[in-house]
């Protein structure tokens, strides 16, 4: 059974390029959230997808979007890179089912380094 | 609003030590309580969650944490500390579950 997967590995981009990451969620499960680590830092909230759609979005700037797919793989996309924007990207996939806990599990990331 | 305090950002244990990492949370309900260790250059690998039902949790790698209401905390401990433990841990507070709130983490080196 595979877990999350994210690609790529490591990604270099230059100040006002614009990034693709992509993350393919744990079998069987239909939610993904995105975060982002910066260096010496807890992981902090971007967003969250499920039925294809946003549901819910942390305190970060429309630069950064997303999508999800019918398969339930998904897409964080970063406009107009900034330096701050250096960090490790994690993606997490979760089941929604109504009220109750979703665990979520995390895939390896992906480091994004802007210059 | 719901946030997670870590006190200690470094935290040094000699071998066979007892481990102990702290968690302070504030949350306007009833929340749900993780801890996650991270390797360098991984990703978050879940040792154990408190849910609701029993205070005493149980995780993997012979780590527990106890769910203190009175206290608003969730520190993690390990009787015996062993190499492998050195790592990141960050706790981890949600209400619904879905969004995440993590704390800054914890550094432990444990020291042969």
């Known amino acids: 059974d595979a877990g999350v997967t994210q690609s790529p590995t490591h990604l270099i981009k230059t100040r006002g390029q614009q990034v693709t990451l992509r993350c393919s969620p744990k079998?069987?499960?239909?939610?993904v959230s995105w975060y982002q680590q910066a260096l010496g830092q807890g992981p902090q909230f971007i967003f969250q997808?499920?039925?294809?759609?946003?549901?819910q979005r942390g305190n970060f700037p429309d630069r950064f979007s997303g999508h999800q797919f019918p398969n339930y793989s998904s897409e964080l996309n970063v406009n107009a890179l900034l330096l701050g924007d250096s960090a490790l990207y994690l993606c997490?996939?979760?089941?929604?089912?109504?009220?109750?806990?979703?665990?979520?599990?995390f895939g390896p990331g992906t480091r994004l380094t802007v210059t | 609003a719901q946030s997670v305090t870590q006190l200690g950002s470094h935290v040094s244990v000699s071998e066979g030590a007892l481990v102990l990492l702290r968690c302070n949370y504030s949350?306007?309900?009833?929340?749900?309580l993780f801890w996650y260790v991270q390797y360098p250059n991984q990703g978050l690998q879940l040792l154990l969650k408190?849910?609701?039902?029993?205070?005493l949790v149980k995780g993997i790698n012979g780590f527990e944490a106890e769910f203190k209401k009175s206290e608003t905390s969730f520190h993690l401990t390990k009787p015996s500390a062993h190499m492998s433990d050195a790592a990141e841990y960050f706790c981890?507070?949600?209400?619904?579950?879905?969004?995440?709130?993590f704390g800054t983490g914890t550094s432990l080196t444990v020291i042969p």
């Open positions: 997490a996939s979760s089941l929604m089912m109504g009220a109750g806990f979703y665990e979520q599990y």
């Open positions: 079998s069987g499960h239909d939610t």
């Open positions: 997808y499920y039925e294809e759609e946003e549901r």
């Open positions: 949350s306007s309900v009833p929340p749900y």
């Open positions: 408190y849910t609701s039902a029993a205070t």
């Open positions: 981890a507070v949600s209400h619904t579950g879905n969004q995440f709130y």
